[in-house]
Every structure is written in structure tokens, then in C-alpha cells.
């Protein structure tokens, strides 16, 4: 048997039973509660499939092929250096590594490009020493710079190459007290030639000149470090400072002269050669190669970024490919090179300012 239906007095007057009008209010509040509910779920769903997008995008770098900016000619030292490093990266990040050369104004030029950049870890610059002195430079003829240190992420130093203090092999110089005791004699009888104003071989002669209180020798400055050699063998100029991978073939040949090296040690090419160190002067130069990211690249592509290139640094193929060029290992990591960065900066800021205006 069936439980009665109670009508209550004011159900009578409306119609209708009780149950049904005390179920009202319930429903609105349950279903409130529901679109409340189906509210959430899709906001939150749509945060949480943003959220996996960015993590997935993060993951993901790289995703594209990677461009290595040259700042300098094809068949330099920065070529020479860059294209190896990139073909091993290629296996290592899954991606292509392309080089492209941005060439001008002594480096300058690609440097600006790279600042420029979109920081996204797509775009890296290879560059050298050069880098550091831009900016002190544009200082001495009030110019604006057109980049600073401050615009690049240090990754790695690819090669660093020491530089000799060389002369034509038909002078009498045997030794470089030889030539110094020559050169505070009659200085505007010996002319240097360099690859330009304050460059990789103008440098270091203004080092060993204030070290050893040099004054007056005449500069013949050229359109780069090959024809800076070429006056030297030619004794169109009698000294000039270079590179030993770029000297060692003249020095074997009999056609130049290394009288010290700038490097901390001996150079196992030339270990006849004494250092600036060993001479008593506190004089260290390379010319070098790093790869650098433009500032803002976030932390998580440098990290991706430098792990890769320490890998591709420590493989057999690429310091294979620095010893068929002449170049003895020297791969730094970032840290290693920042501080490398940092105190080799200040050495060639400190000379440009003992320069002061040329050209």
C-alpha cells in the first residue's frame, strides 16, 4: 500500500503538493553550483593546456635550425673555428647549425646584427677579441657605442691562439732584448705593420712598446692580418705581431723570426720560442674565437645551449678539426670563459686608452 500524499492548506490553494515546491529552491541552488562548477573545469582546463604548451615550447628548443652569425670574411680565423663547431652541434641538438657571415667594419657589423637579434637562442654570434673594444674606442672620439659586453651572453671559447712577436729573418734581431735595446735607439728606423687600428695586431705591439718604455716606432697599418704578414716578408715594414697558426708555416720556412710568444706558456709548435713572461713582462695576448648569445636569451636555452657546445668541444672531431689548422686545444666552458673575458677585456681597454686617438 502506497504512503498518502499530505496536501498541505496553502498547496490546496495553489495546486500543488508540497514536495514539488519545497524541491525549487534546491534545484536553482544545485544547478548554480554546477555551472559554477563547468566554469572552473573550463578555465581551468584552458590554463592548464596553456601552461603545457609554454612547458612543451620550453621543452622543445631547439625546434628550428640554429644560425651562427661570422663576423668576419670567409677563410679567417673565426671561419675556420666556427664551421667545425657547428657541424658537430648539428648531431648533438638535432637540428642545423648554418653559419652565416656578417663581415664589415673590423667585426662590428655582425656584432650589431646579433645584438639586435630576437634573444631566443636561434640567432648566436662567433666572435673575437674585437668585441671588448668597440665600445672603449667609440669612448676616445665621443661617439655613442653601437654595442658593449653588456649586449652579449658569454657560451664558450672555441680556440685561442697565441700571438708572436715576429720579424723579417734578414734582421739583425736575434732576441727580443735585441730588438727592444734596437727599437729605444732609433725607434723611426723600425716600422710595424698591424691588421689595423686597434686591432688583434696592433694590440699587443702597444703592450710590449709601454711595457718596455718604447716610443716611436712608425705603424704601417693593413687591410688584415694576411697582408700585414706580406709587408713583413716583403720588409716593407721589419716586425709585425700575428698568430702562430697564421706564422708558423714563414717561421718553418726561414722568412720570419719569432722572438717571444704572448702566451702563458710555450707554444709546443715553437718550444724555442720564450714567452713575455719569461722575458720579465707581464704580457699575455690571443687571438680567440667564443660564441656568444644576445642578453635576454633566457636561462633555460643558455643552459641547452652551453651543455651542447661543451659536448661538441670535447669531441675528437672537433679538436681533430683545431689541430689540421694548427691550433692547440684551449676550449673554455662559460665560466671559464667569462673570467677569461673579463680580465682579457681589461688588458685591451687599459691599451686602447695608453693608444689613445689614432687613424
Known amino acids: ?30 544547478g548554480w553550483r554546477a555551472e559554477m562548477d563547468r566554469r572552473q573545469f573550463v578555465i581551468g582546463s584552458a590554463a592548464a593546456a596553456l601552461w603545457s604548451h609554454e612547458a612543451a615550447a620550453q621543452e622543445a628548443f631547439p625546434s628550428r635550425a640554429i644560425t651562427i652569425l661570422n663576423a668576419f670574411p670567409p677563410g679567417g680565423a673565426n671561419d675556420l673555428v666556427t664551421r667545425p663547431i657547428a657541424t658537430v652541434l648539428e648531431p648533438i641538438l638535432k637540428q642545423p647549425v648554418v653559419v652565416e657571415t656578417k663581415a664589415g667594419a673590423a667585426g662590428s657589423v655582425g656584432a650589431q646584427v646579433a645584438a639586435n637579434a630576437k634573444p631566443d637562442g636561434y640567432t648566436l654570434l662567433s666572435h673575437n677579441n674585437g668585441l671588448a673594444g668597440y665600445a672603449e674606442v667609440d669612448k676616445l672620439f665621443a661617439r655613442q657605442p653601437k654595442t658593449t659586453r653588456a649586449d652579449f651572453i658569454p657560451l664558450a671559447r672555441l680556440s685561442a691562439d697565441p700571438v708572436l712577436l715576429l720579424v723579417n729573418d734578414q734582421q739583425p734581431w736575434k732576441t727580443l732584448e735585441e730588438f727592444i735595446a734596437d727599437a729605444k735607439k732609433q725607434p723611426d728606423k723600425i716600422i710595424y705593420s698591424s691588421g689595423g687600428f686597434y686591432g688583434a695586431s696592433h694590440l699587443p705591439v702597444a703592450m710590449i712598446e709601454h711595457a718596455a718604455g718604447i716610443k716611436g716606432m712608425r705603424h704601417l697599418p693593413t687591410a688584415g692580418g694576411g697582408p700585414a704578414i706580406t709587408a713583413v716578408l716583403g720588409n716593407n715594414a721589419q716586425m709585425t705581431t700575428q698568430t702562430v697558426q697564421a706564422s708558423l708555416s714563414h717561421i718553418k720556412a726561414g722568412k720570419l723570426r719569432a722572438l717571444a710568444s704572448y702566451g702563458a706558456t710555450r707554444s709546443k709548435a715553437l718550444p724555442d720560442v ?11 695576448y690571443y687571438l680567440w674565437v667564443g660564441l656568444f648569445a644576445p642578453k635576454g636569451t633566457p636561462a633555460a636555452i643558455v643552459s641547452t645551449l652551453t651543455s651542447a657546445i661543451d659536448k661538441a668541444g670535447a669531441s675528437p672531431q672537433f679538436t681533430t678539426a683545431m689541430a689540421n689548422i694548427g691550433l692547440e686545444p684551449s676550449y673554455q666552458s662559460a665560466a671559464d670563459f667569462t673570467k677569461f673575458w673579463d680580465e682579457d677585456s681589461r688588458r685591451a681597454e687599459e691599451t686602447i686608452r695608453q693608444i689613445g686617438k689614432v687613424g
Do not use: V, Y
Not at 720564450?274 to 699575455?284: A, S, V, W
Open 274 to 284: 720564450p714567452t713575455m713572461k719569461e722575458k720579465g713582462f707581464d704580457l699575455e
Open 1 to 30: 500500500m502506497s504512503s498518502p500524499i499530505w496536501i498541505s492548506r496553502s498547496s490546496r490553494h495553489s495546486g500543488m503538493p508540497t514536495q514539488s515546491a519545497s524541491r525549487r529552491p534546491c534545484n536553482r541552488s544545485a
